[in-house]
DNA sequence: GTTTGTGAAAGGATTCACAGCA
DNA sequence: TGCTGTGAATCCTTTCACAAAC
């Protein structure tokens, strides 16, 4: 019923749907304009701060319109105000409580993380099945039992979830979380979790980017190694 | 389109060349496939394997189509094969070297981390410019002064490079890795890097994820915390 | 003059659907 | 029968280019 002669109906994004390709942008945004706020600038441009996160302009600004109109013609946009409108429309600005499961090297070092607690995550909580574990304090929280990990959501009001925990452990620890109530995890540990609809999982692989790596530096040539080059099975024809 | 690289993107992809978005699903597939080789899975389907991925078996046949012609009709993929072909396409049959540079929580984790050393990374060395944390003994590695860099990357003619330092010295790291041969960099610092063409750089954003799960939450209206509903210029019009 | 905001075009990626083979 | 491989259609993302606004 969208037919209105014209070759391609209008995209119509409502007002408030952002594309997910620009959500996972303005995090990056925003952190560059955290660095021109400290360093006292004002406003920015969109070719400006584009060059300081390593994209366009064009992308910048049409990323930015998705959010509102909060660019100024001729002059640029005002840092303060894009700050903040970032941060609401990530919902950054309300406090998440954060419940971290599993304090081995990873779950130590995200328990330390800055970038954390400065975008508005609480870590509610450290909690790890390992009793020797259990009562350590890092960055000033104490370390409890898996078992409280009930307790800890409703006192909380934790809706956010991070798995740290080894790759076997990941999937009892994720059901759980679900359990108890939380909605959102993120998953550091190196498995596909699986999980009821209604619970957003998202996952960090920190071996993923390297592989990536690899496989550029591979096709730029090597300095070490082997040179092999076994052909294709079919040769890959022009 | 090598991430953050600076403008002069060619365009054309050539024949053979396997998509961005494509690659960055191989690894995914190829710790899938492990865990099928391991519990003695001769076959798979794109079904069954899209499954444990929780992809879709048109978009993995699609991937797959793209490294060559190694599935039979009627049968599936041969879990052996396919991990050979994935992992030779990515890069991960020679071993490669790795720097890595800072050893805090973050660097204890990556240097502890068992995805590296069982894909093919060979933590080369660890380093730290802090003289309290030189000689420490990390993962059966001694940790060497960051002034050895260039002796490092020399010796063992490492390629890739890891950056777990604080924002503030990333950049530095970063600069001297490639005037050390680094061609690949990995950052793990809150910071945007700049580096010149020719090398490349990737990197992973450990609050980044968390803040795209704060948008979906806060789409979904939350539990905890402040109910508030500071307006929108326009009030989401149905 | 400068810079935003946005239709329109171009380019990729995903899904569909089925031919072809075991 | 069951499943892969792949053109075609669809959907999403990026780039282009320029009118409107400062």
Redesign the interface.
């Known amino acids: 019923m969208t037919e209105q002669g014209q070759r391609s109906a209008p995209p119509a994004r409502?007002?408030?749907d952002?594309p997910e390709a620009t959500?996972?942008r303005?995090?990056?945004y925003?952190?560059?304009l955290h660095?021109l706020a400290e360093d006292g600038a004002r406003t920015v441009s969109s070719e400006a701060l584009a060059a300081?996160?390593?994209s366009?302009s064009a992308k910048l600004r049409k990323d930015l319109s998705h959010l509102?109109s909060y660019g100024t013609r001729g002059v640029g946009y005002e840092v303060e105000e894009l700050v903040f409108h970032i941060s609401?429309?990530?919902?950054?600005t309300?406090?998440?409580?954060?419940v971290l499961v599993g304090v081995?090297?990873?779950g130590?070092?995200?328990a330390?993380?800055g970038?954390?607690a400065s975008?508005?995550?609480r870590v509610a909580a450290l909690l790890d099945a390992d009793p020797q574990r259990v009562g350590e304090l890092i960055a000033g929280q104490r370390v409890r039992p898996f078992t409280d990990l009930s307790a800890v959501v409703a006192e909380?009001?934790?809706?956010?979830g991070?798995i740290a925990t080894p790759a076997g452990a990941a999937q009892e620890v994720c059901d759980r979380l679900v359990a108890a109530?939380v909605?959102?995890?993120?998953n550091f540990a190196?498995?596909?979790l699986?999980v009821p609809d209604g619970v957003?999982l998202?996952?960090?692989?920190?071996?993923?980017?390297?592989?990536?790596?690899?496989?550029?530096?591979?096709?730029?040539g090597?300095?070490?190694?082997?040179p092999?080059q076994?052909d294709?099975?079919?040769g890959?024809p022009?």
């Open positions: 409502r007002r408030g952002v959500i996972a303005l995090p990056v925003l952190r560059a660095v300081l996160v390593g366009s509102g609401r429309e990530l919902g950054l309300q406090g998440w409580s954060v081995g090297n990873l130590h070092a995200l330390g993380y970038g954390f975008r508005g995550f909380s009001g934790a809706d956010i991070v109530g909605t959102s995890i993120l190196p498995v596909v699986q957003d998202r996952k960090v692989d920190l071996a993923l980017e390297l592989q990536i790596l690899s496989f550029h530096q591979n096709r730029r090597r300095r070490a190694c082997v092999e076994s294709r099975s079919a890959v022009a």
